[in-house]
């Protein structure tokens, strides 16, 4: 943080609390704490001679900088943060987390999932049903913790029943076979399409703002790790139980496939989403963490299929389960982008860092026009199907997000635009992918004949 000489003293100490304030060890009881040693440092040094601007920034620099008084904070205080993280409330606890109120929202949105997913099996549906319908049951309720939290008005809620009503219409009004490939692109892009629909109930109106569809993509991440941590929790109660109970010689494998699995994962869909808004204000968001950790993992992997592929001569295959994993290497590789970017502080400049997403987005780029022409080479040949349009259109769109972000990217490494640039371009993006989502769930089955 640079300070002008010429700045007022208490405009000086305004900035550095609101520096302070972010950082998530750092509570408010903190910074009021730590700025009444910053103005006893002040009013000594300027008593000693000194002025008063150039005795805050000596103050500042006797202190430390944020990331190390946050560091401190968090080593001193570990035993409150646990307790944040654990309990709902507490006098350290930020008011969110201690809201009776939020933790009702989510408990009677989790208790409501779980009867829903239930209640088909009255009326004896196949499991086709269940492939069409999984995300409605999934995303309604998480859309509704959502709204009831952020106090959606009628407006805002009709718009969402209409999204909703539209992605059911969707999936249940098409004539589609059990065999029928769009059957599959339905099951793959309701939920992306039905998530974006939830990520306009949390951003709660402000749908042109980029900071907020930033804050969702936050949210995305962070829903996702806990959402794991709670599935893999969950695996070794199901284990426990069925081994518990096998013992006395009650077998619990039929009420664990029938309620205890499905009730707790579609459950555990709402519970993972409050755990995030919970605890989010305690401690760093672990999606960036993990980013630091797999982009260069994952830049090696790319940077080596790139090599294997030119020595062997060896092309992309085109099979189904091929291209899938293809797009969900690419969408990982925009992920580590994009929490990267979500991380990082504006102020700061470029580093190597930056330089290995640079080769991460260039290598995630050439390994898209492989896809591309893999896929464009066997359409002109066999004709489109389904599945192959679906992936030449992912591809593309795909292929333009990396390509213009490795730009935007070089850009910043260059010092040429700064890296508000690319947060803007990812958090518009969004936009194409939703529009993408829609397209195939609304347009392709009939424009396929149901194929």
Known sequence: MTIDSGEDLETQ??????????RRAV???????????LRTTVAELVEAGLKPDEAFLVAVKRMGNQDELSREFARVHSERLWRQLVLAGGPDAPASTGSARELVIMISCAVAAAIGIKLPDLFDVTETFYVRNLSLFALVPLAAYFAVRRRIGLAGTGILLAFFALGGLAANVFPLGEESQSLVLTAIHLPLALWLVVGLAY??????????????IRFTGEWFIYYVLIALGGGVLVGVTYGVFNAIGIDMEDFNQTWLIPCG???????????????????????PVLTRLFTPLFTA????????????????????????LFDVLLVVVLGLLLYSISARDPATGPNLFDRLQLALAIAASLIDVLALVAI????????????????LGVNIILFVNLAWTAFLIAEFVRRRRPI???ERWQTRYVAVYAAWAWIVLLVFPPLFDFA
Do not use: C
């Open 376 to 391: 464009a080479g066997r359409i002109t040949e066999f004709g489109a199907t389904p599945n192959k349009a679906a992936a």
């Open 27 to 37: 509570g408010e009881a903190d910074v009021e704490e730590l700025e009444d040693h």
């Open 13 to 22: 100490i305004a900035e550095w609390r609101g520096y302070m304030r972010r």
């Open 301 to 324: 992997a790319l940077l080596a299929f790139l090599i294997a592929v030119v020595a062997t001569r060896n092309v992309i295959g085109v099979q189904r389960d091929v291209l899938i």
């Open 203 to 216: 951003i709660d109106g402000e749908w042109f703002s980029s900071q907020k569809w930033m804050d969702f």
């Open 265 to 287: 994962a579609i459950g555990a869909v709402v519970v993972a989403a409050w755990l995030v808004e919970a605890k989010q204000s305690v401690i760093e968001n672990m999606a």
């Open 420 to 422: 508000e640039h690319l």
